[in-house]
Nanobody, 125 residues
Framework: QVQLVESGGGLVQAGGSLRLSCAAS????????MGWFRQTPGKERELVAA????????YYADSAKGRFTISRDNAKNTLYLQMNSLKPEDTAVYYC??????????????????WGQGTQVTVSS
């Protein structure tokens, strides 16, 4: 069983930056595709960014392009999301997730097998 624990969330002013981390335990994630999702009350959980097993391929939602960077350190079993130029509309609970399938980029929420508990990101205007 895989456990995912996010950290790095918090309160930041608009225009600021945060770096989210997702530490995994239970097994190595080096063969898994990974993703960051976010959710606000009353809305569906949406994909923000995804990365394949090696880190060689990435995907970003339009809302994240040019501002967020997803990366991974397989040696540390950790996933990251660098968020710059944050906006109030980025306020959400952010979740990391792992897809135990082929390791290829996964942009469909239903492909993900393991989820963290989430970390709150609040951007003030």
């Amino acid at each position: 069983q895989v456990q995912l624990v996010e950290s790095g969330g918090g309160l930041v002013q608009a225009g600021g930056s945060l770096r989210l981390s997702c530490a995994a335990s239970g097994r190595t994630l080096s063969t898994y595709a990974m993703g960051w999702f976010r959710q606000t009350p009353g809305k569906e959980r949406e994909l923000v960014a995804a990365i394949n097993w090696s880190g060689g391929y990435t995907y970003y939602a339009d809302s994240a392009k040019g501002r967020f960077t997803i990366s991974r350190d397989n040696a540390k079993n950790t996933l990251y999301l660098q968020m710059n130029s944050l906006k109030p509309e980025d306020t959400a609970v952010y979740y990391c997730a792992a897809d135990k399938g082929s390791g290829a980029l996964a942009i469909v929420r239903g492909l993900y097998d393991y989820w963290g508990q989430g970390t709150q990101v609040t951007v003030s205007s």
